[in-house]
Structure formats: structure tokens, C-alpha cells
């Protein structure tokens, strides 16, 4: 996608007008039509503030219902306020949700950089933990379609639930509804539920690799052990590790997929 002088000028009015927050906006019949970053502000348990909009963007849904009744959108628009166009990792993801270019805009330094849809995909070991995006769940998800063929459910999970007595058990309410059930002894595949630390609700998930700790999707340096589990805690990179006595005290259960042959 080219950006002419007049769609730069544009996007760089109103990156200046909304810093130090992102500005958002999109492309629409080659003009930038800017509309309103509704990020809220995220704290974490110490009162730091973990996401706020100079460091993510949500487009207002009423702007971007405006956008649309006045034709295609071309691009998704947003700039990086003190930083670089280079591509945040939640970008990535997003572009190929959206499967639309998507235009970053830095500033102070006003450069430009256009990124179309790839076929990017987070790597199951090593990628960086996004809430939803890239946490636990959304590993085993991945782990799932890529290396068993599987296509679990996704659900919706705000920060820190698993803090709150009065919300539901998210791991524990839904896993029957995503197709699995209980057993004694872990194999290949399956879902570890864990409660890390004490929490009001079991907060963790992993999958067992056993002594299996390559995976046919992508390459990954060798990892030795014969019970090894694949998992990404709070925070982290997705990691592989021996599944060693603190992690038997941790989990909760040990769940199969009901598509997945027994050994």
C-alpha cells in the first residue's frame, strides 16, 4: 500500500495532536479518517499501570462504523508515541486478524512504515506473554491446531479473574465444553490444570510433551527429559521444562481432548 503526502500529513496532525497517547484511525478511499483510542487504563496488583493508550489502541466502535458507511477500509492506522515503526508482537496478531495492511506511524520521528497480512504466527516456544492474545490458554490453543489438528473454543477472560471468588472458573467451568475430560495418567497432549500461586480459581494450564520435546509445526532447539511440559506463565516467554514435583503439587487436573487416541 503507498501512502501519498496527504495521508501522512494527516496521520502525523493527529499522532501530534493525541501524544503521548496512540492516535488510531483508518484508510478509507485514500484518506485518513482519525478516530478515538478508547484503550482503558490497566493497573496491576502493585497500582503500576500495566496498558494505558500510550502503549496500545482500540478504535471506538461508533468512528469505525462511521468509517466503514463511508467505504472499504484499506488500512488499520496507529502510531508508536517515543518509539519505532517496528511492529509490536499484539500488532502482528492483529494484522492477520484483521487481514488488512496496517500503517505505524512513529513520533516524534514521523517516520512510516507499512506491514501486509504474512501469515505470521506466534512460535509456540519463545513467544511473549499478551493477555488473551499469547497467555496460557491461547498456547494450548495454538499447540492444538498446529501440532494435533484440533480446534479448541476460545473464551473470554479479563485480567486477574482468577483473583475474583465471585467470577466463574474459567479453566475449570469450560474445559467439558471444549471437548475434554478427566484422567489419572498424563500422555502426549494433553491439558495440565494448574493453580499458581493461591489463587481463588486454578489459573494455569499446560501441555504434557512427555519425552516428545520437538514439535512437527515449527523447529526448536532440543529440550531433554521424559516429562517435559510446554507452557507460558504470567509474564514470560512460553517455555518447555521438566514437569518436577512443584508442578505436581500445583495441578489440578490432568484433562484429555476426546479427539485425541489414547496410547
Not at 484440533?150 to 471437548?179: C, T, V
Not at 495418567?185 to 500461586?197: A, E, F, H, K, S
Request: net charge negative; glycine share 6%; hydrophobic share 30%.
Amino acid at each position: 500500500m503507498k501512502l501519498t503526502a496527504k495521508i501522512k500529513k494527516a496521520i502525523m496532525a493527529h499522532a501530534d495532536e493525541c501524544y503521548p497517547h496512540e492516535c488510531c484511525g483508518v484508510i478509507v478511499d485514500k484518506q485518513y479518517i482519525p478516530c478515538r483510542n478508547i484503550t482503558p487504563t490497566i493497573y496491576d496488583q502493585n497500582g503500576n499501570i500495566k496498558n494505558d493508550k500510550s502503549t496500545n489502541f482500540e478504535i471506538h466502535p461508533e468512528d469505525l462504523t462511521m468509517a466503514e458507511d463511508q467505504g472499504e477500509i484499506l488500512a488499520y492506522v496507529h502510531s508508536h508515541p517515543n518509539g519505532t515503526t517496528r511492529a509490536t508482537d499484539l500488532d502482528l496478531i492483529q494484522i492477520e486478524l484483521h487481514k488488512k495492511p496496517w500503517v505505524i506511524c512513529s513520533y516524534p520521528d514521523l517516520d512510516f512504515a507499512v506491514y501486509e497480512p504474512c501469515g505470521y504466527r506466534a512460535p509456540l516456544v519463545g513467544r511473549n506473554y499478551i493477555h488473551y492474545y499469547q497467555d496460557c490458554y491461547a498456547l494450548v490453543r495454538d499447540f492444538y491446531e498446529r501440532e494435533l489438528n484440533i480446534s479448541l473454543p476460545d473464551f473470554e477472560r479479563k485480567e486477574g479473574w482468577w483473583e475474583d471468588k465471585d467470577h466463574p472458573s474459567i479453566l475449570i467451568d469450560n474445559y467439558p465444553k471444549a471437548g475434554f475430560y478427566e484422567v489419572d495418567t498424563p500422555q502426549y497432549g494433553d491439558m495440565l490444570v494448574c493453580r499458581i500461586p493461591r489463587t481463588e480459581h486454578p489459573n494455569h494450564c499446560v501441555i504434557w510433551l512427555g519425552d516428545n520435546g520437538q514439535f512437527n509445526s515449527e523447529a526448536s532447539e532440543p529440550c531433554i527429559g521424559n516429562t517435559l511440559i510446554l507452557h507460558q506463565l504470567h509474564g514470560r516467554k512460553s517455555i518447555r521444562e521438566i514437569y518436577g514435583q512443584q508442578w505436581l503439587e500445583k495441578t489440578v487436573k490432568i484433562l484429555r481432548h476426546r479427539d485425541v487416541k489414547n496410547n
